[in-house]
């Protein structure tokens, strides 16, 4: 199994972006920190997009105060040259700050205070995915024009799929595009013609179920939406581009657990046949390997024979806890061998699971030196 | 062990055990565990699943399952030896949307048809709240089922558990009912949204958060507690999932964290348990046994933290071995002794 080199990754000053995917659960805010804080204390200027960090870590990087805005992160070493920037996107904003930027300032308002809209731009499962991709989009124009910064590490948000991330402003954009809204307000045309007595039912029985106050306000919303529309899908495709460039870097994360490493799975599929720069996968929380040679079985065999006699043996206690320890690592490795066996070329590095929480820079240095430090 | 009354556990007259948790937590697995341990004596339990994953189809290690309730295990057995049945459910909003047209507006093949303007899925992803008054909707129905069933062949259950959202998202989802804002104020979709509040808000139904020992989980379920009870939804229990062996005993414990451990006593332990030792097995064993304890330390801190909520709570091991279907008859047994079910 070859071995993801991280430090490599990071120093390489043709990577201009790294983003980070993977099933919820695993460690990705952190790790997607720690890479950052890394290349920014070896010299990289590094901007992090995070989308929901802990409390604690949000505290210790400055970004517990959602303004939308890159801020320095204090007490990072600068001494290779290198900075760090950090901020958690704000859905909300992101997708007002689209908005402003394309209409008329009183469309823009017309909008905004739209009750559809304000639905939309903050529930819509895959507003969150397509406005983290906008920002990239933003980041990356800026890094461009005024030289800020020259590596962006993006977290990616914490949804169902892995794969939601790259399928999901899909569905925000077409539905943008107008297409299907139109034909939902507008009398049919066209082929729709064939199907107007079944569609007109569908849309009484959806004005029905949606309200007469839903599809009113999503008029207006269309109305004033009506020449952003082509610009929305632009910009999903422009940054959607950009993930297929030279300069991007996919880190897929995942942890020595079926859901994960099958989430993985997919995902590493879905970068290879989008032509996507996969990097490698990071498996993270790895269970500490057993310091001793002596198998489960033998241990829990001596722990029994040992129970006869004392039930509070400590001895016995070590045994099992050693049996345990065994058992888990192995039911770990097998699944990596697995994820190995079906993906063979991907690049790998194991981080141990850390005692306690990461919840400041010290220990997101701790990770990253684990990152780098693979055998 | 006589046959006696059964145990009574702690959730009499729920009827609706609902399951949340962080993700990671192994929510799926407690749900699963949880509807085996209500399916004894002959009861019906039926477990549903609104996420799309096809969770249950992999514990159970079954085909994918489509939008029909399915006899997918036998239950716990009872002291008296006696079972019930486990029902599976995959709710998906889609097809949700689609019996739903189907039963008020007749609309059958022309509605599939319709599909392919994205009528459906316009509605179940975009339209906000939507999806999830059809989750929530199909599992009241589930639930609210007269005796006898709507339909020729349907089943009622005595008891249904619901694979729910996460805690980042349960009282969102929960609630969706009760701020219907743009959605229908009169109607069909209407009436029932009341209805399903009214349930879920009853006594009939307990959410029962999931989670391990760790910072965030415990965090998110603290959250969590204080998120349902503000939206007025019954707490139930907490289940502490994935439990590291609690092997050595609280003087054990503490001989290792001191450094006190006698190396010579648990050699002379390990000959008489016919244990090859070597040089360094002793050390590598407290070793290991160290790195427990620490872990222990912090697992306890949390533990406490968990019991400060004042909420009944569950703890359930971690199986090395992962989770198939014996593992989950394993946590299910757990679970009736404790007293969930």
Redesign the interface.
Known sequence: MPVLDVDALLDDRSTEIVVCCG????GKTTTSAALALRAAERGRKVVVLTIDP??RLAQAMGIEHLDNTPRPVLSVDAGAGGSLDAMMLDMKRTFDEVVESQASPEKARQILDN??YV??SS????TQEYMAMEKLGQLHRQALADGSHDLIVVDTP?S?SALDFLDAPE?LS??LDGR?IR??LAPARGP?RL?T???S??T???T????A??LR?MQTFVAAFDTLFGGFRQRAEQTFALLQADGTAFVVIA?P??DALREAAYFVDRLTDDDMPLAGLVVNRAS?S???E?SAE?AI???D??RS?DS???????????A??V??IE?EQHLRERFAAAHPHVPTAVVPAM???V?DLDGLRAIGESLSRQE | MTARAERLDDWPGVRLHVVTG????GKSTVAASLALALATSGRRVLLCEV???QGIARMFDVDPLPYEERRIAKGAPDATGRAGQVHALHIDPESALME??AM??K?GR??K??DR???I???T???????DVLLTGKVYEAVQRPRGGRQAGQITYDAVVLDAP?TGRIC?FLGVNSE??????V???KTQADKVMELLRSPRTAVHLVTIL???PV?ETSDGIAELRAAGLPVGGVVVNLV??Q???P??LA?VRDDT?DPT??TS??S????DVDA??VE??????R??A??RQ?EDEQRELVAAEGVPTYELP?L???IDPGALVELAGLLRHQGLA
Do not use: C, W
Request: glycine share 12%; net charge positive; no cysteine.
């Open positions: 099933a919820g659960g695993v802990a409390r009750p559809f639905a939309l529930s819509f499962a895959g914490p169902r569905r077409s539905f299907f034909l939902l729709a199907m007595a079944g569609f039912v569908v009484n029985a959806l029905k179920v949606l309200g106050q839903v306000d942890a657990e079926p500490p057993a310091r001793t002596l033998e065999t001596a722990a024979r040992l006699g509070s043996s400590l001895t016995a206690g070590l045994l099992r806890l050693h345990d320890r058992r888990v039911r005692a306690s929480d919840h | 962080k993700g990671g937590t996420e799309g994953r739903y047209l008020y507006y609309l022309a509605g048809a319709l303007f994205g009528v899925d316009f509605a992803t975009i339209a906000p709240g939507v999806r996460p969102q219907l804002a743009g959605l229908a104020k109607g069909p979709i760790e910072e965030m965090q590291r062996p092997a050595l005993s003087s054990a001989s451990v006593g648990i332990e390990l008489r348990a016919r244990v360094g097995l590598s064993l407290v070793a290991e046994a790195d427990h620490v872990r912090l971690r090395p071995g992962g």
